[in-house]
């Protein structure tokens, strides 16, 4: 194969690979940001570390083949690096062929590139967006595609670019619900209601619907109305927490429209009553402390395996456990490079995360999950410790180079119904619990560990949990009436005036 033949799509602007194959291999290395295939010989290994102490500290395995062979291969496959004697490895050549095909989203023949800026352009765009839009019908997409009133042509302060409200849709879901196929049913679901009760009067597009338009449809969600002619399928009646979700999901697309300025005014500010429902939000699945111990006794004990799945399983455990990230979160986005480690020191680690909104935030990592994580990364064959700019998924797939949502579902879902089967004899109930938890129920408890146990401030919380509003934060404390009643008694009960 020739490597000049292959483009990288996500440069800016989009590259040819170099020549030769070692010269594509190193450009790999830089651009995925881990190493892909290096020839070690003891002479080179001696120049790189300066002594064989130091090379042994950083390169055990290599100097362990080294002692007993010529050379050692390091090269990088489904999602780990392997290290073997260079008469049993694969050919760079083979090495190569297989990145590619691993990244074939990313990397592309000449021949199926031949317009590198409009390929790049896809690979970076999200796909589920314009799937949604794909499910929309003919007479739709032309409803979607026009521009109203309040549309911003003036590509001077028109920072979204989009010329109509269909372009302008497809980059709100992207930006706001595309990491999450949940998020964007959800989204999608809302938007159609409004749009079904816009043709059954007749008006729109999106961005010609007026304050007082805007304000009919909230009244329409909440007492319901019939069409002209007839039943109208448009909207009925509502309770407060549905309608108060869509009417969340209009006023942030044209919140988001209005701050990029696709629209030179927002008809839907003030419309939502977003932070009523907040303010009325209490989290109902968690589980019990000693449900969660048993959990971690059970990893605990597996702890002898040390086969590459189980120190995976270990590790997805850990970082929901211990840094209550949203189970999307932990998800690999080439796109943004996140979810992402970086060790400040030894120990001291950070995860990096992509929040909603495409917020990312930092979660500092305790000591527990550290050393979980570590192991983990020392049976894929990386370092210890997480070098700076390391860009590669944080937990890899066995077939591919990060596992998904689905994946990291199924295996902490598996985590659950083991520990359940063991429960099931004296604890039927705490099996029947576990067994309907999920990752999302890690997030509540870290939360609730946050905010009641240590009592940590509430903003401080609400940043490590990402959350828009520090009310939501703030209902986990309400969760713990007996914790509340404490910090009461503290709060008045006063020596001293009692010995007035």
């Not at 969660?292 to 189980?310: I, M, R, T, V």
């Not at 828009?468 to 404490?486: G, P, W």
Request: charged share 20%; aromatic share 8%; net charge positive.
């Amino acid at each position: 194969m020739t490597p000049a033949d292959w483009v990288d799509t996500a440069a800016v602007p989009p590259r040819r690979l170099p020549d030769t194959v070692e010269a594509a291999l190193a450009y790999l290395a830089e651009s995925l940001g881990h190493p892909v295939y290096v020839h070690w010989t003891l002479a080179r290994l001696k120049r790189r570390y300066g002594s064989l102490a130091e090379a042994k500290a950083a390169q055990p395995a290599v100097l362990k083949l080294l002692l007993a062979h010529d050379g050692a291969i390091e090269y990088w496959e489904r999602g780990r690096l392997r290290t073997v004697p260079a008469n049993r490895a694969p050919s760079p050549d083979t090495v190569l062929a297989r990145l590619l095909h691993t990244h074939r989203r990313r990397f592309r023949p000449v021949t199926a590139a031949t317009n590198a800026p409009a390929a790049a352009a896809q690979a970076k765009a999200p796909a589920a967006p314009s799937s949604w839009l794909a499910t929309q019908g003919p007479a739709d997409l032309v409803w979607l595609a026009r521009a109203g009133r309040f549309a911003q042509p003036h590509a001077s302060t028109n920072t979204l670019g989009a010329a109509d409200d269909a372009q302008a849709l497809a980059l709100f879901l992207r930006d706001r619900a595309g990491r999450s196929p949940h998020t964007l049913r959800a989204y999608g679901a809302e938007l159609q209601r409004l749009m079904r009760w816009c043709s059954a009067r007749q008006l729109g597009p999106l961005s010609d619907l007026t304050r007082q338009q805007l304000l009919a449809y909230g009244h329409a969600l909440q007492h319901g109305e019939r069409g002209a002619e007839g039943p109208p399928p448009a909207v009925g009646r509502l309770s407060e927490a549905t309608r108060t979700r869509a009417l969340a999901v209009v006023a942030s697309c044209y919140r988001y429209w209005y701050d990029t300025g696709y629209l030179h005014a927002n008809p839907a500010a003030g419309l939502s009553t977003g932070s009523r429902a907040r303010a009325g939000f209490a989290p109902t699945r968690l589980l019990p402390p000693a449900l969660l111990g048993a959990c971690d006794a059970w990893l605990d004990a597996s702890g002898c395996d040390d086969s590459l799945p189980a120190l995976r399983r270990r590790a997805i455990w850990a970082l929901y456990r211990y840094a209550g990230v949203r189970l999307a979160e932990l998800a690999w986005s080439a796109e943004i490079g996140l979810p992402r480690l970086e060790a400040e020191a030894p120990g001291r680690w950070t995860l990096y995360v992509c929040g909603k909104g495409r917020k990312p935030r930092a979660i500092p990592l305790p000591a527990p999950c550290v050393t979980v994580l570590r192991a983990y990364r020392l049976g894929r064959g990386l370092p210890a410790e997480p070098p700076a700019h390391e860009a590669l998924p944080v937990i890899h797939g066995h077939k591919g180079e990060a596992l998904q949502q689905a994946g990291l579902y199924r295996e902490v879902k598996a985590i659950f119904a083991a520990v359940a089967d063991a429960l099931q004899a004296r604890g039927p109930a705490q099996a029947l619990l576990l067994r309907a938890a999920s990752p999302h129920w890690l997030r509540h408890a870290y939360a609730r560990t946050l905010a009641v146990d240590h009592q940590v401030p509430l903003p401080a919380a609400q940043a490590l949990l990402g959350h828009a509003s520090v009310q939501t934060t703030a209902a986990y404390a309400r969760t713990d009436l007996s914790q509340l009643r404490t910090f009461v008694e503290q709060t008045f009960t006063d020596p001293l005036r009692n010995e007035d």
